[in-house]
T-cell receptor, first 116, second 110 residues
Framework: DGGITQSPKYLFRKEGQNVTLSCEQN?????MYWYRQDPGQGLRLIYY???????QKGDIAEGYSVSREKKESFPLTVTSAQKNPTAFYLC???????????????FGPGTRLTVT | AQSVSQHNHHVILSEAASLELGCNYS??????LFWYVQYPGQHLQLLLK??????LVKGIKGFEAEFIKSKFSFNLRKPSVQWSDTAEYFC????????FGAGTRLTVKP
């Protein structure tokens, strides 16, 4: 089955620890994205990557880092610098970058991160 | 960058009622418009999209949306909702980048 996988589904961390969220896609999509979903705020873009070894900051990149070493993988690290990390994190991909060619985004199931 | 506004945070309807969810955006240039749906426990998925042409767009499961350029709106409609339509609905607008609305939670009572 083609799609996007995110693991784990639930993640718990202590404050001050970095944590990495996994996102893998087998759709052969060029572009990948990380969003954060909070109640009443919709989806806010953290980072996106249009091609391997390149990525751009979104609206709320502070306290997060990413890498894109492989086309299929776009892991997100939530660092201790992120002031309010508890949230639902969604990974998405699209055939071509959404900013240039019109294709919809496909979303993974999400990871719910709780930091205490 | 553009912004997207969804007027209703939570809508509660009985089965067979008609649905209209509002979506307005602010952007002066050409836009592409999307409605996504997130059913309980499921992935966010595309409901319908508008790129160009006929401003009335039909999507899956009997949903449709109308792009009214003069009103900067892209409202989602369904003539008769079902209990299975209970979900959260997100409007998204691509102008110079991609923006999502805050979402509208729809609860359909059987």
């Amino acid at each position: 089955d083609g799609g996007i996988t995110q693991s784990p589904k639930y993640l718990f961390r202590k404050e001050g620890q970095n944590v990495t969220l996994s996102c893998e896609q087998n759709l052969n999509h060029d572009a990948m994205y990380w969003y954060r979903q909070d109640p009443g705020q919709g989806l806010r873009l953290i980072y996106y990557s249009q091609i391997v070894n390149d990525f751009q900051k979104g609206d709320i990149a502070e306290g997060y880092s990413v890498s894109r070493e492989k086309k299929e993988s776009f892991p997100l690290t939530v660092t201790s610098a992120q002031k309010n990390p508890t949230a639902f994190y969604l990974c998405a991909s699209s055939i071509y970058p959404a900013w240039t060619i019109i294709h919809e985004q496909y979303f993974g199931p999400g990871t719910r991160l709780t930091v205490t | 960058a553009q912004s997207v506004s969804q007027h209703n945070h939570h809508v509660i309807l009985s089965e067979a009622a008609s649905l209209e969810l509002g979506c307005n955006y602010s952007y002066g240039g050409t836009v592409n418009l999307f409605w996504y749906v997130q059913y309980p426990g499921q992935h966010l998925q595309l409901l319908l999209k508008y790129f160009s042409g006929d401003p009335l767009v039909k999507g899956i499961k009997g949903f449709e949306a109308e792009f009214i350029k003069s009103k900067f709106s892209f409202n989602l409609r369904k003539p008769s909702v079902q209990w299975s339509d209970t979900a959260e609905y997100f409007c998204a607008v691509r102008g110079n980048d991609m923006r999502f609305g805050a979402g509208t939670r729809l609860t359909v009572k059987p």
